[in-house]
């Protein structure tokens, strides 16, 4: 919105500011930051008052978790709140990416919303239907990947790009719009399962975001991109607004969230951010690079599938619990521990991601 104000300048005035990307995401970073420092405590009181309760504890979950009970979820709110104020105010809304994104994220927001308050409503730790929730977000998927489709240069349409391998591209065809649901929707559900103690999913959210945000401003320009090699995508580079008003949105909900959190973010704002990540992932033609810059959301989502699938055939079980954060839990590492240690890997997981920009 704020772009507009381009019109006002002559070009060597406070207003010509407004043409710069990175100026605008500055602004879309402390938009969200503040966002989430005004209205976090009302809404964690709103929250409190009716949800009673809490969300409800898994009864089979790790011990240390019950001291939990009477926290309120749906803390997703207030990132979900910062992020659209951040971007509706600060970003170009000519620009189809965004437009995508922001589908994606309200989108997957609403189903997380619905999920939790399933939950809290009838205090049962079964929100609802998987197999609703799964066919909801394969819909929206599958109606983003379209759009970001249609957006995509015509020599990039329907490819598959492989990061280091700068000179390859796949040809999916009719098969690029399954991949990007897959991405998209797997993603969403790997930063849920993700999402199962104090301050774990939100740093690596925000870690992956950054990095993303990098690569879309890059490949958004055409000469970073004839610098770097990597495939020009017009119009990714407004994508940096909207990943700078997760990373302040985020750190404002961190500040309630923190260990003992204050509220939860629930389905809400994990599966909101997960299935933003994979978005931007589609629109930037990179998803094969954020499963390593997702890696500790993607080795989450591979422990509860592992075990699942191993203890269907043996009856015995590979983890001590599942996903993989609370079998360290099982094992004796306090909760602070994990969190940090695991925030440690995304820092360096998202780093290497960033170094397939250059490497060939």
Known sequence: MLYWLTLLSDGGDFFNLFRYITFRAGG??????????LFGKPLISVLRRHQGKGQPIRNDGPEGHFVKAGTPTMGGLLIVGALLTSTLLWARLDNPFVWMILFVTVSFAAIGFADDYAKVSKQTVAGVSSKLRLLLGLIIAGIAAFWAAQYHPAD???QLALPV???????LGYLFIPFSIIVIVGSANAVNLTDGLDGLAIMPVMIAAG?????????????????????????????LIFTAGIFGGGLGFLWYNAPPA???????GSLALGGALGAIAVATKHELVLAIVG??????????IIQVLYFKRTGKRVFLMAPIHHHY??????????VIRFWIISLILAM?????????
């Open 165 to 171: 391998f700068k000179d390859t591209l796949i040809n």
């Open 156 to 158: 990039l349409q329907n």
């Open 352 to 360: 290497i991601g960033l170094a397939t920009l250059k490497v060939r």
């Open 329 to 338: 839990e099982k094992k004796g590492w306090a909760e602070p521990q994990i």
């Open 295 to 304: 890696g500790l959301f993607v080795v989450e989502a591979l422990s509860v």
């Open 211 to 239: 990095a993303l945000g990098v690569i879309a401003y890059a490949v958004g320009r055409v000469d970073f991109t004839e610098y770097l090699d990597v495939h020009y995508v017009p119009g990714t580079g407004e994508i």
């Open 262 to 268: 204050a509220v939860f973010m629930g389905d809400t």
């Open 28 to 37: 879309a970073f402390m938009t969200a930051l503040i966002f989430g420092f």
